[in-house]
Nanobody, 122 residues
Framework: QVQLEESGGGSVQAGDSLRLSCECS????????MAWFRQAPGKEREFVSS????????YYADFVKGRFTISRDNAANTVHLQMNSLEPEDTAVYYC???????????????WGQGTQVTVSS
């Protein structure tokens, strides 16, 4: 059974940091591209960041470059998203996702987590 379980969300002030984690099971994590997406209230889900299977390539949406860092631990089947300098506009439900296709900023993903809420107040 494939499972992607996000954690680390919460309510913070603008300028604070959060570290999201996504613990995966039920598939061969080390051969999957991993990604983070987010969906704000009333908006479509949008790409945040992705990382290739080895962790050597990363991609970021323009609105998070320099503030967010994606990483993965293949021994622990976990992908992380370090979020610094958070802004109220970052308020959303954050989802992790997995696919076997190469990393990038587009394309479909096969597996999805249930999401974790991030709320940033000014």
């Amino acid at each position: 059974q494939v499972q992607l379980e996000e954690s680390g969300g919460g309510s913070v002030q603008a300028g604070d940091s959060l570290r999201l984690s996504c613990e995966c099971s039920g598939f061969t994590f080390r051969v999957y591209t991993m990604a983070w997406f987010r969906q704000a209230p009333g908006k479509e889900r949008e790409f945040v960041s992705s990382i290739n299977k080895s962790g050597s390539l990363t991609y970021y949406a323009d609105f998070v470059k320099g503030r967010f860092t994606i990483s993965r631990d293949n021994a622990a089947n976990t992908v992380h998203l370090q979020m610094n300098s958070l802004e109220p506009e970052d308020t959303a439900v954050y989802y992790c996702a997995a696919r076997t296709a190469v990393a990038g900023m587009g394309g479909p993903y096969s597996f999805w987590g249930q999401g974790t809420q991030v709320t940033v107040s000014s």
